[in-house]
């Protein structure tokens, strides 16, 4: 179907697992995905940058990609810092981490990326109930409202359990969300 999916992110050791896996399943239904893996560390460190500056960081990487190439989606994928009461569901006795979408309020075209997250969180709730937190809309004073996602329209900030969640959870939660994504690119919202 030739749709595609870039994913950048400075990855520690686990969040890198969850790519791979990501990227695994989405090649598996013929989506092509290209992943950057960067070190937004090192950028931060020669610019003398505090970590509050890591989306300024992660932009001078993402944007060449972005600005060159048409890319059906991109996602930014994270883990939740929250406890795993708000990370972990269990349906039909399967264990599974809980999605977050997040995005910035602080660009003229939020409500575009909003729209696409909308239409993917319908897709993962209808196939498992419960399995999206839904999308946490970020502005305001102390915060980013921006992070990157004024790049493209298409530009997903994905929070995929948290730190308590075992990857078996990961894992589960990455099968529903790349058969959801492949179902969003073809325009499948049942």
Same mark, same amino acid.
């Given at each position: 179907?030739?749709?595609?999916?870039?994913?950048?992110?400075?990855?520690?050791?686990?969040? &890198?697992?969850? #790519?791979?896996? $990501?990227?695994?399943?989405?090649? =598996?239904?013929? /989506?092509? %995905?290209?992943?950057?893996?960067?070190?937004?560390? =090192?950028?931060?460190?020669?610019?003398?940058?505090?970590? *509050?500056?890591?989306?300024?960081?992660?932009?001078?990487?993402?944007?060449?990609?972005?600005?060159?190439?048409?890319?059906?989606?991109?996602?930014?994928?994270?883990?939740?810092?929250?406890? $795993?009461?708000? %990370?972990?569901?269990?349906?039909?006795? @399967?264990?599974? *981490?809980?999605?977050?979408?997040?995005? !910035? %309020?602080?660009?003229?075209?939020?409500?575009?990326?909003?729209? /696409? *997250?909308?239409?993917?969180?319908? /897709?993962?709730?209808?196939?498992?109930? &419960?399995?999206?937190?839904?999308?946490?809309?970020?502005?305001?004073?102390?915060?980013?409202? /921006?992070?990157?996602? &004024?790049?493209?329209?298409?530009?997903?900030?994905?929070? #995929?359990? !948290?730190? +308590?969640?075992?990857?078996?959870?990961?894992?589960? %939660?990455? &099968? @529903?969300? =790349?058969?959801? @994504? +492949?179902? $969003? $690119?073809?325009?499948?919202?049942?």
């Amino acid at each position: 179907n030739g749709k595609n999916i870039y994913m950048a992110k400075d990855l520690d050791d686990f969040e &890198d697992k969850i #790519v791979k896996v $990501l990227e695994e399943k989405l090649n =598996s239904y013929n /989506i092509n %995905t290209t992943v950057i893996r960067n070190s937004i560390s =090192s950028i931060l460190k020669e610019n003398n940058w505090n970590y *509050a500056s890591s989306y300024k960081a992660s932009r001078l990487l993402i944007e060449p990609y972005i600005t060159n190439n048409n890319y059906n989606l991109i996602i930014d994928i994270h883990r939740d810092s929250s406890s $795993l009461s708000k %990370t972990y569901i269990e349906y039909n006795n @399967i264990p599974y *981490a809980r999605v977050l979408f997040v995005n !910035g %309020t602080e660009y003229n075209t939020y409500e575009e990326n909003i729209n /696409i *997250a909308n239409q993917l969180h319908n /897709i993962l709730i209808n196939e498992i109930p &419960d399995i999206s937190r839904g999308i946490m809309k970020k502005g305001g004073a102390g915060v980013n409202g /921006i992070y990157n996602q &004024d790049l493209s329209p298409n530009l997903l900030i994905i929070e #995929v359990g !948290g730190q +308590y969640n075992k990857i078996e959870e990961i894992n589960n %939660t990455i &099968d @529903i969300l =790349s058969k959801s @994504i +492949y179902k $969003l $690119l073809e325009g499948d919202q049942n």
